[in-house]
Structure formats: structure tokens, C-alpha cells
């Protein structure tokens, strides 16, 4: 199956600072690729979703001017939480879809990445 | 609007087999059922998908009900690697180009 790499797997940072998660797919191109949050003992948010080559789409209630999302190739999309504050801490999921519409299993998902802000 | 209803956890011995049930009574005739799971701290997993046939892979079975209102993810002999969230999702496929949604799943445990 498609594989989708992100780094770091965690980060710890101070409040006020920037942070970058990379989302990667390794063995395909992905025109679109989502992001997404986990709180503890909470399901899978959706924040955005990111089309390479244009601007990401958000979701009610994520903050576009905090977390910035650029899709830059057909491999890569980053994730910057700008001003990183405590309530940030979360789990941030990226997925990867494959560029035929309609296949089953199209969305493949990154393993990752646990952000704590202190 | 939640589309599907799962039990928000269950138990399963080691080595029986883990039957997790979902409720889409609203389902469309175009909805497929899509099983994926999360194991804790990674990110989720397909398991399988199907339409209306009951549909079997080398991990689970889905057993999809003649009404389609509802289905039954199958483990045949669970192990406690299985221990994870499991999130049944409809989706139509002209929906392939937007993101998953993810309701609050089953948890389920295995043990030993």
C-alpha cells in the first residue's frame, strides 16, 4: 500500500514559538492531502484541506492566520502552528490521497506527529 | 449529522472472534461502508470497505445487512495487537476527493 511519512513523530516547544510538521507521501503523488487534530480520548478532527499548487480550505473554527498549510509539490504538505500556545498540544494526523477519484482506500495516513507546547 | 452508531467500547478474549457492530440506518443506495481503525498514537488504518456483499480480506470480514442498515465488522481470532478504535464511516464515491469523517468509534480491548 501507499505509504505517508510525517516528521517529526513529536516535538516539544515553548510557548510563543513556531513549529513545521512535514507530511510526505513517499510512493505516490498526492494532489490533496488533509490535516487533521487529536485531543486525548477524542476522535479525529478535520482542520483542513490541502491542494497542491493553491490555497488550503478550513474547516469552521481553525484559525488560518495560526496554522498555516502549504502544499507546495505533489509529495509534501506542511503544517506551521505559528505562536504555539498550550492548548495547541494535540496529535496532528496528516492524510494523503492517491489521484484517482473513486478508488477505495484512496486516503492513506500519516503515522503522526505529537506536539506539546509548554 | 452523525451517519453511523457504534458502541463506544467493547471486549474481546484473545484468540475469539470480535464482532463490532454499526448502525446506518440513514445509509444512501450509493454509500459504501468503510472500516478503519486506530491503533493508540498512530494514525488510522484501513481494514476493508463494501457496498451491499458481505466482503472478506486477510484482516476482518464485513457482514452488511440486506437492508444496509446496518453491518458487522468481523476479527475471526482477535489478538491484543487488535486492542484499537475502530470508526465505521459511509461514504458515497463522488465523495473521494474530501477528507474522512471520523465519529467517536468503538474502543475495543482485547485481552488475554
Known amino acids: 500500500g501507499a505509504v505517508v511519512s510525517q516528521h517529526p513523530s513529536w516535538v516539544i516547544c515553548k510557548s510563543g514559538t513556531s513549529v513545521k510538521i512535514e507530511c510526505r507521501s513517499l510512493?505516490?503523488?498526492?494532489?490533496?492531502m488533509f490535516w487533521y487534530r487529536q485531543f486525548p480520548k477524542q476522535s479525529l478532527m478535520l482542520m483542513a484541506t490541502?491542494?497542491?499548487?493553491?490555497?488550503?480550505?478550513?474547516e469552521q473554527g481553525v484559525e488560518k492566520d495560526k496554522f498555516l498549510i502549504n502544499h507546495a509539490s505533489l509529495t509534501l504538505s506542511t503544517l506551521t502552528v505559528t505562536s504555539a500556545h498550550p492548548e495547541d498540544s494535540s496529535f496532528y494526523i496528516c492524510?494523503?490521497?492517491?489521484?484517482?477519484?473513486?478508488?477505495?482506500?484512496?486516503?492513506?495516513f500519516g503515522p503522526g506527529t505529537r506536539l506539546t507546547v509548554l | 449529522d452523525a451517519k453511523t452508531t457504534q458502541p463506544p467500547s467493547m471486549d474481546c478474549a484473545e484468540g475469539r472472534a470480535a464482532n463490532l457492530p454499526c448502525n446506518h440506518s440513514?445509509?444512501?443506495?450509493?454509500?459504501?461502508v468503510y472500516w478503519y481503525r486506530q491503533i493508540h498514537s498512530q494514525g488510522p488504518q484501513y481494514i476493508i470497505h463494501?457496498?451491499?456483499n458481505n466482503e472478506t480480506n486477510e484482516m476482518a470480514s464485513l457482514i452488511i445487512t440486506e437492508d444496509r442498515k446496518s453491518s458487522t465488522l468481523i476479527l475471526p481470532h482477535a489478538t491484543l495487537r487488535d486492542t484499537a478504535v475502530y470508526y465505521c464511516?459511509?461514504?458515497?464515491?463522488?465523495?473521494?476527493?474530501?477528507?474522512?469523517?471520523f465519529g467517536k468509534g468503538t474502543t475495543l480491548s482485547v485481552s488475554s
Open positions: 464511516i459511509v461514504r458515497a464515491n463522488d465523495q473521494a476527493g474530501t477528507a474522512l469523517i
Open positions: 463494501g457496498l451491499k
Open positions: 490541502s491542494n497542491e499548487g493553491s490555497k488550503a480550505t478550513y
Open positions: 440513514t445509509i444512501s443506495g450509493n454509500e459504501y
Open positions: 492524510s494523503a490521497r492517491l489521484p484517482t477519484s473513486g478508488q477505495y482506500n484512496e486516503q492513506f
Open positions: 510512493d505516490f503523488q498526492a494532489t490533496t
